[in-house]
């Protein structure tokens, strides 16, 4: 990859944020701390997107919560990860570690991406207070009515409000 980006580092940091929870934004700001500039990439499939949340809502989300960091964009990309860390100009990938098995994923996808257009990635850690969370067993707490307030921005606990108040009532 370009190795620097008109004098400044670039890192593209993928996920589904489905939704985006308080440890990515932890993620998001260790990486706005060692970068400056960081692209957060919301990747979706483009054929048939399963997420809770449509590709939309989520960006909206993501930029939202990281809007109190300069230097820190929000894209929505669907398809490779390499190709959306190459469409937005980015010489590192960035990768959240928050356990031995978040590690054993990783790698595999870290030496995979790299063997394919030579891209590197930069873990890092979780804050031990957030290591726990997950975006899965977010949607399933909020999804049965229980209070995620603690795992997720503001925006986010109340986008989960709407999206099941109807269950609520049912
Ligand atoms: O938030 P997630 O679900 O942990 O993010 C996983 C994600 C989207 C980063 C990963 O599945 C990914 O990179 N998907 C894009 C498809 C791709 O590049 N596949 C090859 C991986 S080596």
Do not use: C, W
């Not at 589904?16 to 701390?33: R, T, W, Y």
């Not at 809007?67 to 190709?83: C, I, K, M, T």
């Not at 726990?132 to 999804?143: H, L, P």
């Amino acid at each position: 990859m370009n190795g620097t980006t008109g004098g400044t580092t670039r890192a593209f940091y993928p996920g589904s944020f489905d939704p985006i929870h308080l440890g990515h934004v932890d993620v998001v700001e260790q990486a706005h701390e060692l970068f400056g500039d960081v692209v957060v990439g919301v990747l979706f499939n483009f054929a048939k997107d399963t997420a809770m949340f449509p590709v939309d809502q989520r960006v909206d989300l993501v930029r939202s919560v990281t809007a109190h960091l300069p230097g820190v964009s929000v894209e929505a990309h669907s398809g490779l990860a390499v190709d959306a860390a190459a469409a937005a100009g980015a010489d590192f990938m960035v990768k959240g570690l928050r356990s031995g098995g978040d590690f054993e994923i990783e790698q595999q996808m870290a030496q995979t991406n790299h063997s394919v257009t030579g891209i590197r990635t930069v873990y890092v850690p979780a804050s031990p207070a957030l290591s726990f969370v997950s975006s899965r067993f977010v949607r399933e707490i909020a999804k049965y009515g229980g209070d995620v307030s603690h795992l997720v921005p503001p925006a986010v606990a109340d986008a989960l409000a709407a999206k099941f108040a109807g269950d609520a009532e049912a």
